[in-house]
C-alpha cells in the first residue's frame, strides 16, 4: 500500500460495539455508561479529506485502546476504567470480568489495534520522513465525578500534546484558528496529553496532538 498522507486521525472512543461472546450479560447500567461515555459524532467531526482515520468499531467501555495495560499502569484502573471498564462513573459496578475475559479481550481487540498503529505509523515515517497523528475527541460541558478537572466553565475546545511528541507550531496553529473564531481554547485543560504508540515516544519523527471538542446536545437512545 502506497501511503499518500502524513496524518493519522485516531478516533478511538466514537464506537458502540459490544462483543456478545465476550460480555455474556449486558445491562442497563453497562449501556448507560456506553451512552455517557462514547464521544458522538466524532467521525463526522473529524472528516477530513487526505488524512488517514483509524476508528475501532468497539465501545472504549468494553476495550478503551487508550489506556495502558496492564492495570497496574494504569491510574485510572482504581476508579474502575482501566483497558476494561467495570465501573459507573459513581462508583458502582455494572461488569464483573474475570482475569481469563480480559486477557481475551487485551489478545483479541486492544494488541491488534495497537499493532495496526503501530505497523501504520512505522510505513508512514519510512515513506514520507515523518507522521503526525491527531487524537480525536469529544467531551461533555460538565465534568465527570472521575474527572481530575472539576473547573467549570469548561473550554470549547481542548489541545492536548505531550512534552516528548508535541508539535509546538501546530499546537500554535490550532488555537490561533480556534480563537479567530472566537472559540475558548483550554491547552492540556480539562484533559491532558495525546494517544502515542510507546514505541515512538520520543522519536522526533512522530508527533502527536488531542483536539477534543465540547458536546452539550442532548444525547438520542442508540442502538449498541
Known sequence: MLIKSQTICHIPHSGIRIPKYIDDYIGQLYLDEIEKLTDWDTEEIFNFEDVITICPTFSR????????????????????????????????????ISEERKKIIYQDYYLPHHQKMESLIQ????????????????????????????????????????????????????????????????????????????????????STVMRSEEHTSELQSRQY
Open 61 to 96: 467501555v468494553f476495550c478503551d485502546v487508550e489506556r495502558l495495560y496492564p492495570d497496574e499502569s494504569e491510574a485510572m484502573s482504581q476508579k474502575g476504567m482501566g483497558f476494561v471498564y467495570t465501573h459507573t462513573d459513581d462508583g458502582k459496578v455494572f461488569r464483573n
Open 123 to 206: 510505513q508512514i515515517v519510512e515513506e514520507t520522513g515523518k507522521c503526525t497523528i491527531i487524537d480525536c475527541h469529544s467531551f461533555s460541558n460538565q465534568p465527570y465525578i472521575r474527572d481530575e478537572d472539576q473547573s467549570l466553565p469548561r473550554p470549547d475546545i481542548c489541545i492536548g500534546f505531550n512534552s516528548d511528541n508535541c508539535n509546538f507550531d501546530l499546537v500554535d496553529y490550532l488555537n490561533d484558528e480556534f480563537y479567530k473564531y472566537t472559540l475558548k481554547v483550554g491547552l492540556n485543560t480539562p484533559y491532558q496529553g495525546s494517544y502515542i504508540p510507546e514505541k515512538f515516544i520520543g522519536d522526533d519523527r512522530v
